[in-house]
């Protein structure tokens, strides 16, 4: 969700975030706008504006309520996923930003077959700084290199904290192997 928004702060680029983190679709409530009703018209359905140039789609805007559970197999989380990106019309985007479940799972995979004649560019991996995160975040990359997809970056979130008024920086989650910066330099 940051990185869309910092992305998005550039007004001639146009941005969609998909959300495609089927039991746990937590973007609409980043991006405050859980609750928001999707609709349907001859071209698809129409993602969320959130800006003039950043939209957002989420399985979370198609349930009933967000305390929904989800409790699907592949075949039916993959008719949804490429429900998602055949049916959503973006309009001219610049960039879409897929948000995935954590570790590698059908999302992963599904996400990956669909698109790869799209030409997608790459993978940006978030993690946190504790080697529980890092452990899946390893796994992520290995699936991106045995798929061939570049990994373009990895962010990691949740490392400091700085107050908006004092400007002292505090460690939300400390680090236990070195965190983000460690890993890249594996």
């Given amino acids: 969700a940051n990185l869309a928004r910092c992305i ?10 998909l959300d495609i983190d089927l039991c746990g679709p937590s973007q609409p409530r980043i991006m405050g706008c859980e609750g928001e009703g999707v609709h349907q018209s001859g071209s698809g359905w129409s993602p969320i504006f959130i800006e003039d140039n950043l939209s957002i789609m989420s399985a979370g805007f198609l349930l009933p309520s967000p305390d929904a559970a989800v409790i699907w197999r592949g075949p039916k989380k993959n008719g949804l996923i490429k429900q998602l990106l055949r049916d959503v019309d973006w309009g001219a985007l610049d960039l879409l930003l897929i948000d995935t479940p954590p570790g590698t799972s059908d999302e992963h995979l599904s996400i990956t ?68 910066d460690k890993l890249t330099n594996q």
Wanted: with cysteine.
């Fill in 113 to 180: 077959q669909f698109l790869a004649e799209a030409g997608i560019d790459g993978a940006v991996i978030v993690t946190t700084p504790q080697e529980i995160s890092l452990q899946d975040v390893r796994k992520e990359i290995n699936f991106c290199r045995k798929v061939n997809l570049p990994v373009l970056g990895i962010i990691e979130n949740m490392s400091l904290f700085t107050c908006p008024k004092c400007h002292m920086s505090s460690v939300i989650f400390p680090t236990s192997s070195g965190g983000a």
């Fill in 8 to 17: 998005a702060t550039k007004p001639e680029l146009n941005v969609g975030i």
